[in-house]
């Protein structure tokens, strides 16, 4: 079992920025891939971005250029420097990571993420 701790989140007028951490342990030599997911009230789970083992980053179209996931492999963390914030990216922020077949995967508790307008 791989655990994830999130941290980073918080309360954000719009325009302004956050960064999101997510530092895993154990078991940590089945990560593959490391991203940030969302879930806004009423709304399904989405992809925000992911990258992989070997630095390829997936992002969702509505972050693009606002949203940059990076990831120290040496610490096993992840990061989501998310600039530009809208209300809209309101929602509670779910660290993920997933083997190289996505097979097995691995959640972190959640950190909320509020922008006000």
């Known amino acids: 079992q791989v655990q994830l701790v999130e941290s980073g989140g918080g309360l954000v007028q719009a325009g302004g920025s956050l960064r999101l951490s997510c530092a895993a342990s154990?078991?940590?030599?089945?990560?593959?891939?490391m991203g940030w997911y969302r879930q806004a009230p009423g709304k399904q789970r989405e992809l925000v971005a992911a990258?992989?083992?070997?630095?390829?980053?997936n992002y969702a179209d509505s972050v693009k250029g606002r949203f940059t996931i990076s990831r120290d492999n040496a610490k096993n963390t992840v990061y989501l420097q998310m600039n530009s914030l809208k209300p809209e990216d309101t929602a509670a922020y779910y660290c993920?990571?997933?083997?190289?077949?996505?097979?097995?995967?691995?959640w972190g508790q959640g950190t909320q993420v509020t922008v006000s307008s």
């Open positions: 154990r078991n940590t030599f089945l990560i593959n891939t």
């Open positions: 993920n990571a997933a083997d190289s077949g996505g097979r097995i995967q691995f």
């Open positions: 990258i992989s083992n070997g630095g390829i980053r």
